[in-house]
């Protein structure tokens, strides 16, 4: 039987790429984002080039309920996780403090801490059944060091970080690994998605830069999950040459 692998957020960016990594790599992949039209064509591209076995689940993290039943209802066969990617995640607003959104505050919360912690919980319950599984969690270097009218985002992002220590400490009688990568800055579409749809701030993001590529950051994970069972990469920075942290970059 193949090994497989889970991975939310696959419907662009990191967890579309990894799609396309693992898949590669002859994984059979459950995959999540709550666009069901380009899941189903990613599936179909990844079935047809890789001959691989796709099941989609169609969710909200947010929705506890809905991530619980997404994993519970999976046929014993599918319940052998081998790596969750537990990617989806967002950033809304560059705004100052005391201006923010309160709405961006509470979807960003809700996506990237709660319904993170949601999906890690129920599918790190199927790996401890099996004494066996590796949990890779998606921070930032958002969550290793705050930047100006970052705030909520960076503090979601340090929260995955916190977590992903946590979890490692719990884990550790249940023989899982967990890592948290936290890339700097990557053209996917989560400038688009920060900026509302404003594509000339999204643009500027990444002006004078050449940022990561999504593939770069799939490479990157899938290479953590080819160490032999005893070795554990527990956390890894990766920013393009020309930024050092969320803060320091050097644009040509
Ligand atoms: P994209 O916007 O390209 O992808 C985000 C993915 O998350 C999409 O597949 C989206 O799918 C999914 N998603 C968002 N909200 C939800 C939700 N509530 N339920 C299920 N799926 C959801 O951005 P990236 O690939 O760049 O982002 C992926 C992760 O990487 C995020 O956690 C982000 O914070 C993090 N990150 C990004 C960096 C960057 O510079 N790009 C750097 C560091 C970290 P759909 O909309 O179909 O649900
Ligand atoms: C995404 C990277 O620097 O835009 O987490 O916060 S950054």
Redesign the pocket.
């Known amino acids: 039987m193949s090994k497989i692998a889970f991975i939310?957020?696959?419907?662009?960016?990191?967890?579309?790429a990894c799609a396309e990594k693992f898949a590669a790599n002859g994984y059979n992949l459950i995959l999540?984002?709550?666009?069901e039209d380009?899941l189903n064509e990613i599936s179909n591209v990844l079935k047809e080039q890789y001959g691989i076995q796709i099941l989609l689940r169609v969710?909200?993290?947010?929705e506890q309920q809905a991530v619980s039943d997404a994993v519970t209802s999976l046929h014993d066969e599918w319940k052998a996780i081998d790596v969750l990617v537990n990617?989806?995640?967002?950033?809304l607003g560059r705004d100052y403090f005391e201006e923010a959104d309160l709405d961006d505050w509470n979807i960003m919360v809700d996506?990237?801490i709660k319904?993170f912690a949601y999906v890690a919980k129920a599918v790190s319950q199927l790996m401890v059944l099996r004494k066996q599984g590796h949990i890779i969690n998606?921070?930032?270097?958002?969550g290793k060091l705050v930047y100006e009218r970052g705030n909520m985002y960076c503090a979601t992002?340090s929260a995955v970080d916190a977590l992903s220590h946590a979890m490692r400490v719990d884990m550790l009688r249940h023989n899982i690994k967990v890592t948290a990568i936290h890339?700097?800055?990557?053209e996917?579409?989560?400038s688009v998605?920060r900026f509302k749809g404003d594509e000339t701030s999204a643009r500027n993001v990444y002006a004078g830069l050449q940022p990561l590529t999504?593939a770069d950051v799939a490479d990157v994970i899938f290479y953590t999950t080819t160490l032999p069972p005893h070795v554990c990469i527990n956390d890894l920075v990766i920013t393009p040459t020309q930024q050092a942290d969320g803060i320091y970059m050097h644009r040509h």
């Open positions: 939310t957020g696959a419907s662009s960016g990191f967890g579309k999540n984002a709550r666009r380009r969710f909200d993290v947010r990617n989806a995640g967002l950033a996506t990237n319904g998606m921070g930032s270097v958002a992002k890339p700097g800055a990557a996917t579409e989560f998605v999504a």
